[in-house]
């Protein structure tokens, strides 16, 4: 072979394994990606971290990366990564934004905007990035600025609700209340949704003591946003300004229920109880209280006013001591104190702590020191709060700063977590799939308690011809340990080399299959199914799973087919997905007709044409799966849903609670919007 041959056969090579190079690049950043969409942050870095190996100097991998670790709460992690995308790519507009939040979220805030800044130079009428930059400037009470970010945002889009919002915070924060009140107004007009801007207006006029004003407030706003407990907490002590005890109770009762760890609705309860002379279940809620944290000393003070009623003069004693020795200059404390000696008979001792007491309220409000604790309704329930005029005995309300603060809205969307919208949305139950991981517990019989039963994939595991137990589920964990994602990485490798030795079986490409589909690469999912499907063209699993990986494709790309919510019409969705969907649809009624008795091909059916707005045939899909699996909560929550957007309220009132009685609480919150 001459040297020019040589050459010429060496340059062919060297382009082919280049060729190769890019395929896997391009590919393992589309995985990342899918990955990344199904809030799989570990298994995205994964991809990533692949991508910047082989090729270092690219700037989308950081990127990608950066997100992933924001949203695994690595601000540090994710700052570093922007910032690695920046110096290979400094026109990257979501690099700064990603930097910025990132940024934020580890207090650096004036650093924050100095990227919000650099993402504004690319964009420089972006919405999000203005309201952002603004929010960050009034976090860093650069006031001024950003008065004049919210102005020039408002200027461009006037009827943006929520740039309404942050300028009412930033007004609040300046102490112009009328301001505040006037956006607070106008965000109403224009979104009259806005639970943030009923939450606000609330807390204004809570502040001006226009009770029953806040209270309608407050109502609009729990009925926006139903899962907030503290807006019901906040509700009850409106209530109870007013003298609505019982609705005050009702309230607390519902919170402490949701919420059996929540202290300060305990605490307020027990006060509750106590002012209706029902002391024996106060001090049970003080007591609770208490067991979570031994150092409220407001819950001890009022334990003990409570107990000196009960004639518990020892215990009483011993919890009045522990806030008197915290506090030594606590007027109330002693007057306390010098009531229960009174009850205990000690004269003496009563005369002196009321001696004390006389003198520590006589003194001039400036030579109160700052371990005086005289905690506001606001307060929080540690006892610092230095207000001299309040009570310890004081219903508290809660911080809702995350129900009254601005919440974000990033341009690029798929920076998720905390951002994502907080108002509660009713969501049909996700499609089920097969797959070696569940988010579930062990009931009775072994099974998870997300488990269904499919004789074909119980068939499967008997036979022990896979190296996992399959489940079949809609309820699926992310990966939180990098060795369970090397594992099935490792699983694919060892089933090529087996498929490479000759005479793969149909297994073994689905078994490949099934770890591409945890690792999110679909393609190469499909593309093994199709192999076993040759093999074995009445594997009615494979058929199933297939149907599976094409849904997870275009749920990725965000097709609207994945939202029941969308204005689309059928026809332009159908426009978008129809090949997609068409294959989806086929692949279903494929393994239905192998396996009449698989409920979960049945209830993916149902679920895909109730995504595509085919009510009625939905409603006959998941009618077969419940005659099959009458306890799939999930059937009976989406033909529940299925019949109400037909407007069968009677079928879809049936159908939801039966739904609920199984498990799926969310049905609860459904069937309360349905009865308004």
């Not at 407030?217 to 807006?231: C, F, G, K, N």
Request: charged fraction near 25%; charge should be negative.
């Amino acid at each position: 072979m001459t040297s020019k041959r040589l050459s010429s056969l060496l340059l062919i090579i060297v382009s082919a394994l280049c060729a190769s190079a890019q395929i896997n690049i391009e590919r393992a950043l589309n995985v990342g990606r899918n990955a990344l969409f199904f809030d799989d942050y570990v298994l995205a870095i994964q991809y990533f971290n692949q991508v910047i190996e082989l090729k270092p100097r690219m700037a989308e991998p950081y990127l990608l990366r950066a997100i992933a670790k924001y949203n695994l709460d690595d601000f540090n992690g994710a700052e570093t990564d922007a910032s690695a995308a920046l110096d290979r790519n400094p026109f990257l507009p979501d690099a700064w934004e990603v930097r910025a939040v990132a940024r934020q979220n580890l207090g650096k805030t004036e650093e924050a905007i100095g990227d919000y800044r650099g993402a504004l130079r690319q964009l420089p009428l972006n919405i999000h990035l203005l309201f952002n930059m603004a929010i960050a400037q009034n976090e860093a009470e650069l006031y001024a600025d950003a008065d004049s970010t919210f102005a020039v945002l408002l200027k461009e889009y006037p009827r943006f609700d929520n740039g309404y919002v942050g300028r009412a915070q930033l007004n609040l924060e300046r102490g112009d209340t009328a301001a505040a009140t006037a956006d607070l107004t106008r965000a109403l007009e224009i979104n009259p949704s806005s639970g943030q801007a009923h939450v606000l207006r609330s807390m204004i006029s809570y502040n001006s003591g226009d009770y029953q004003t806040a209270l309608a407030d407050m109502e609009e706003a729990i009925r926006l946003q139903p899962s907030h407990t503290a807006l019901r907490i906040n509700r009850a002590v409106l209530r109870y300004n007013l003298d609505d005890l019982n609705g005050a109770l009702a309230d607390f009762n519902y919170v402490i229920e949701a919420d059996p760890l929540n202290s300060v609705a305990l605490f307020n309860r027990a006060l509750l109880r106590a002012e209706l002379n029902d002391n024996d279940r106060a001090v049970a809620d003080l007591n609770r209280v208490i067991s979570m944290n031994p150092n409220d000393l407001r819950a001890r003070y009022n334990r003990a006013a409570i107990l000196a009623e009960k004639r518990d003069i020892e215990g009483a004693l011993a919890d009045v001591n522990a806030v008197i020795d915290a506090y030594p200059t606590m007027e109330s404390a002693y007057g306390l104190r010098s009531h229960i000696y009174s009850l205990a008979g000690d004269n003496r001792k009563a005369r002196a702590d009321a001696n004390r007491s006389m003198q520590l309220a006589q003194r001039p409000v400036n030579d109160k020191n700052d371990n005086t604790p005289q905690p506001t309704a606001g307060g929080d329930s540690d006892g610092n709060d230095n207000n001299t005029s309040a009570r310890f005995d004081t219903l508290l309300t809660i911080n809702t700063d995350s129900e009254t603060e601005p919440q974000q809205k990033f341009n690029n969307g798929s920076i998720r977590g905390r951002v994502q919208d907080r108002d509660v949305k009713v969501e049909i139950q996700p499609i089920y799939t097969l797959s070696y991981y569940v988010a579930g517990t062990a009931n009775d019989n072994g099974m998870l308690d997300s488990d269904v039963y499919v004789r074909e994939v119980a068939d499967i595991n008997d036979s022990r011809s896979l190296r996992f137990v399959i489940h079949v589920t809609n309820s699926l964990p992310s990966f939180t340990r990098s060795e369970d994602i090397d594992r099935h990485f490792e699983s694919i490798r060892n089933y090529g080399s087996a498929i490479a030795a000759g005479s793969p079986r149909a297994i073994d490409y689905f078994g490949r299959a099934m770890d591409h589909v945890t690792v999110h690469n679909y393609d190469a999912a499909i593309a093994d199914l199709d192999k076993a499907l040759e093999l074995t063209p009445d594997f009615a699993s494979a058929w199933f799973l297939r149907s599976v990986a094409r849904y997870r494709i275009i749920e990725a790309k965000r097709g609207e087919v994945t939202d029941i919510t969308s204005d689309s019409t059928e026809q332009e969705i159908a426009a978008r997905n129809r090949l997609a969907i068409d294959q989806m649809l086929a692949d279903l009624d494929k393994a239905i007709q192998i396996s009449p008795r698989m409920a979960p091909a049945w209830f993916n059916r149902g679920t895909i044409l109730l995504m595509m707005k085919d009510y009625d045939g939905a409603i006959d899909a998941f009618t077969r799966a419940i005659e099959i699996e009458p306890d799939m909560a999930a059937a009976w929550f989406n033909r529940g849903y299925a019949h109400y957007s037909l407007g069968n309220r009677d079928a879809a009132t049936t159908d939801i609670s039966r739904a609920g009685q199984l498990g799926i609480l969310s049905g609860y919150n459904l069937l309360k919007r349905m009865a308004r």
